[in-house]
Protein backbone atom coordinates (compact mmCIF):
# COMPACT_ATOMS: atom_id res chain seq x y z
CA UNK A 1 0.00 0.00 0.00
CA UNK A 2 0.90 3.66 -0.89
CA UNK A 3 1.89 5.70 2.57
CA UNK A 4 3.94 8.74 3.79
CA UNK A 5 4.93 9.89 7.16
CA UNK A 6 5.71 12.97 7.92
CA UNK A 7 7.44 14.06 11.22
CA UNK A 8 9.88 16.33 12.75
CA UNK A 9 7.20 18.84 13.53
CA UNK A 10 7.45 20.67 17.09
CA UNK A 11 7.79 23.66 19.25
CA UNK A 12 10.19 26.20 18.20
CA UNK A 13 11.40 29.99 19.52
CA UNK A 14 10.64 32.59 16.81
CA UNK A 15 13.90 32.85 14.61
CA UNK A 16 14.57 29.46 14.90
CA UNK A 17 14.73 26.17 12.61
CA UNK A 18 13.24 23.05 12.01
CA UNK A 19 13.56 20.22 9.11
CA UNK A 20 10.49 18.41 8.52
CA UNK A 21 11.26 14.82 6.79
CA UNK A 22 8.27 12.58 4.77
CA UNK A 23 8.98 9.21 4.02
CA UNK A 24 7.50 6.95 1.80
CA UNK A 25 6.47 3.37 1.52
CA UNK A 26 4.57 1.24 -0.99
CA UNK A 27 5.84 3.58 -3.75
CA UNK A 28 9.22 5.92 -5.01
CA UNK A 29 9.29 9.37 -4.38
CA UNK A 30 11.82 9.41 -7.34
CA UNK A 31 8.86 8.46 -9.50
CA UNK A 32 6.86 11.62 -8.31
CA UNK A 33 6.28 14.75 -7.45
CA UNK A 34 6.38 15.45 -4.36
CA UNK A 35 5.01 18.55 -2.03
CA UNK A 36 4.72 20.43 1.17
CA UNK A 37 1.51 21.95 1.99
CA UNK A 38 0.25 24.02 5.46
CA UNK A 39 -2.96 24.69 6.68
CA UNK A 40 -3.12 27.70 9.88
CA UNK A 41 -6.11 27.24 11.78
CA UNK A 42 -9.32 29.21 9.83
CA UNK A 43 -7.33 29.35 6.62
CA UNK A 44 -7.22 27.45 3.38
CA UNK A 45 -4.41 24.60 2.88
CA UNK A 46 -1.69 26.78 1.29
CA UNK A 47 1.54 25.27 -1.04
CA UNK A 48 4.86 25.52 0.43
CA UNK A 49 7.09 24.01 -2.01
CA UNK A 50 7.87 21.15 -4.45
CA UNK A 51 9.98 18.95 -5.61
CA UNK A 52 9.83 17.31 -9.12
CA UNK A 53 11.39 13.47 -9.50
CA UNK A 54 14.31 12.11 -10.57
CA UNK A 55 14.04 12.93 -14.47
CA UNK A 56 13.67 16.86 -13.35
CA UNK A 57 14.41 17.24 -9.84
CA UNK A 58 13.45 21.07 -10.11
CA UNK A 59 12.47 22.55 -7.02
CA UNK A 60 9.69 25.30 -6.33
CA UNK A 61 8.86 27.80 -3.62
CA UNK A 62 5.93 30.04 -2.38
CA UNK A 63 6.81 33.62 -2.97
CA UNK A 64 5.98 34.50 0.62
CA UNK A 65 7.99 31.74 1.93
CA UNK A 66 10.96 31.94 -0.54
CA UNK A 67 13.84 32.07 0.75
CA UNK A 68 13.47 31.05 4.28
CA UNK A 69 12.73 26.96 3.37
CA UNK A 70 14.87 24.23 1.01
CA UNK A 71 13.18 21.29 -0.02
CA UNK A 72 15.53 18.49 -0.60
CA UNK A 73 15.67 14.55 -0.83
CA UNK A 74 17.49 11.44 -0.45
CA UNK A 75 16.89 8.84 -2.77
CA UNK A 76 18.49 6.36 -1.11
CA UNK A 77 16.22 6.74 1.59
CA UNK A 78 13.22 7.32 -0.06
CA UNK A 79 12.34 10.74 1.66
CA UNK A 80 11.91 14.11 1.11
CA UNK A 81 12.91 17.05 3.52
CA UNK A 82 11.71 20.44 4.58
CA UNK A 83 14.56 22.62 5.61
CA UNK A 84 12.73 26.02 7.27
CA UNK A 85 15.06 28.55 8.99
CA UNK A 86 14.10 32.23 10.43
CA UNK A 87 10.40 30.84 11.44
CA UNK A 88 7.74 33.33 12.71
CA UNK A 89 4.93 32.51 14.84
CA UNK A 90 2.88 33.14 11.56
CA UNK A 91 4.23 29.74 10.17
CA UNK A 92 2.06 28.26 12.85
CA UNK A 93 0.21 25.25 11.21
CA UNK A 94 0.34 21.96 10.32
CA UNK A 95 2.11 20.74 7.85
CA UNK A 96 1.77 18.04 4.76
CA UNK A 97 3.80 16.14 2.80
CA UNK A 98 1.76 14.49 -0.33
CA UNK A 99 2.96 13.01 -3.19
CA UNK A 100 1.64 13.42 -7.43
CA UNK A 101 2.22 12.85 -10.85
CA UNK A 102 5.57 13.24 -11.98
CA UNK A 103 5.03 15.83 -14.85
CA UNK A 104 6.39 19.12 -15.20
CA UNK A 105 3.31 20.72 -14.60
CA UNK A 106 2.23 19.58 -11.23
CA UNK A 107 4.75 21.46 -9.21
CA UNK A 108 4.91 25.07 -10.38
CA UNK A 109 1.14 25.37 -9.64
CA UNK A 110 1.71 24.30 -5.41
CA UNK A 111 -1.67 23.18 -5.93
CA UNK A 112 -2.96 20.64 -3.21
CA UNK A 113 -5.76 19.23 -5.39
CA UNK A 114 -3.17 17.89 -7.91
CA UNK A 115 -1.44 15.67 -5.36
CA UNK A 116 -2.66 11.62 -5.39
CA UNK A 117 -1.11 10.82 -1.72
CA UNK A 118 -1.24 12.38 1.81
CA UNK A 119 0.32 11.89 4.77
CA UNK A 120 -0.88 13.07 8.09
CA UNK A 121 0.34 16.32 8.75
CA UNK A 122 2.87 16.81 11.82
CA UNK A 123 2.52 19.87 13.81
CA UNK A 124 4.62 23.26 13.74
CA UNK A 125 4.29 25.94 16.44
CA UNK A 126 6.45 29.06 16.44
CA UNK A 127 6.32 31.11 19.68
CA UNK A 128 6.89 34.39 20.36
Known amino acids: DVQLQASGGGLVQAGGSLRLSCAAS????????TGWFRQAPGKEREGISCITGRFDGSTYYSDSLKGRVTVSSDNAKNTVYLQMNSLEPEDTAVYYC????????????????????WGKGTQVTVSS
Open 98 to 117: AAGPPYGSICPTLNHHSMNY
Open 26 to 33: GFTFGDYA
